[in-house]
């Protein structure tokens, strides 16, 4: 009867050692999975987008100028592009616009498959598996961001990367300092301006609401500019529109739960580039 | 008379051919499907659930476990310890 009581105690040991192994190994893989990604993305970025932050900073500076431009001005001269597209393209056509949001990790391709929504959750952009996956959208958008609202997903990772720097603009003062996120397209750039930030429930925004009808974007817009959640950012002289476009950046929350952490922006220039 | 046969044999050949009711059904060895245009509407697994995307770090389930069987393996040597003490 003790020589069986004592194999029992043996045998759940064995199991909670090859359930911790398990588990162990698995936090492993995904730690070094998350670096070899985090090591691929800055490649890529030095690649095919070396010049996005002295392009942006030069830019920042005729903003603050004053010379900042009337929509003739715009079409007058054309504006930078820094990001080779075209060769990230001819590499995976899933690619289809960067993502550049200056003093956050926020600097990425952006996807959208054509077999599967949620691919890029969990895949790079050479279509490999990768923990943190890449910045996509799901084919209920447009890709030339032509929609009302466009929304771009991205992991909350614990090392920074992909749309875990978007927790920034939580705080009030970075939120204040930082007004502009910006996407560059194969011949465009499109430059938004921060609205708010604040946290939502899980809802799928897209499958949620029908933005065609005006009173639901009118209320949406409205919901942008008046969050009800308490940790919340928003900048007060901003008027939207039925006629803008907004962006908004989906991650997930730093202590877990099942909401998500919303970026909105709202378009105010869209240039063609040279 | 071999010319006159397939004289006559030709001109029955043609006036059936001329006429579609009578024309002779040919078997071609060669398959002859209507040719299918690509469908238009595109075949993306479309995510048509009501939950946003989770985009979390999302690797609790396997902290939990870590943490879980490291309370119990601890809780096991503990009272085997015990065990083997009370022996002694």
């Not at chain 1, 190994?25 to 691929?40: E, K, L, P």
């Not at chain 1, 930078?80 to 289809?96: G, H």
């Not at chain 2, 075949?43 to 939990?64: E, H, I, L, N, R």
Request: net charge neutral; charged share 20%; proline share 4%.
């Amino acid at each position: 009867m003790k020589k069986r009581k004592n194999n029992a105690i043996i045998a759940i040991v064995i199991i909670l050692a090859l359930i911790f192994a398990g588990a162990a190994g698995f936090i492993i893989f995904r730690i070094v999975n998350s670096a070899a990604a985090n090591d691929q993305n800055s490649k890529i970025a030095s690649s095919y987008a070396s010049n996005i932050a002295q392009t942006d900073s030069s830019q920042q500076a005729t903003q603050n100028s004053g010379s900042e431009s009337s929509p003739d001005a715009t079409t007058a001269k054309l504006a930078e592009n820094p990001v080779n597209l075209s060769e990230l393209n001819a590499q995976n056509p899933d690619i289809y616009s960067w993502i550049y949001i200056p003093n956050t990790n926020v600097n990425y391709p952006v996807a959208q498959s054509d077999a599967d929504d949620n691919f890029y959750l969990d895949h790079d952009i050479y279509k490999g598996y990768s923990f943190p996956g890449t910045i996509y959208s799901q084919s209920c958008n447009k890709k030339d961001y032509s929609d009302r609202v466009t929304v771009l997903y991205g992991h909350n990772m614990l090392d920074g990367s992909m749309f875990a720097t978007l927790h920034n603009f939580s705080d009030p003062q970075f939120f204040e300092e930082n007004k502009y996120m910006y996407i560059y397209t194969e011949n465009r750039k499109l430059t938004y301006e921060v609205v708010s930030a604040f946290v939502y429930d899980d809802r799928h925004i897209m499958n949620s609401f029908n933005f065609l009808d005006d009173a639901v974007y009118t209320q949406w817009q409205q919901d942008a500019l008046n969050p009800r959640s308490v940790s919340s950012n928003v900048r007060k002289d901003i008027q939207l529109t039925k006629n803008d476009k907004m962006l908004v950046l989906s991650t997930c929350l730093n202590g877990g739960g099942d909401g998500r952490y919303l970026v909105q922006g709202v378009l105010v220039k869209d240039e063609p580039t040279g | 008379m071999k010319k006159l046969f397939a004289a006559v044999a030709a001109v029955v050949i043609m006036a059936f051919s001329a006429v579609p009711a009578f024309a002779v059904s040919v078997n071609s060895p060669v398959a002859t499907t209507q040719a299918e245009t690509q469908p238009t509407t595109s075949k993306v697994k479309k995510d048509t659930t009501p939950v946003s995307p989770k985009t979390g770090s999302d690797s609790v389930v396997a902290f939990s476990a870590i943490a879980l069987t490291s309370v119990a393996c601890g809780a096991a040597t503990l009272f085997a310890v015990k065990k083997a003490k009370a022996k002694k």
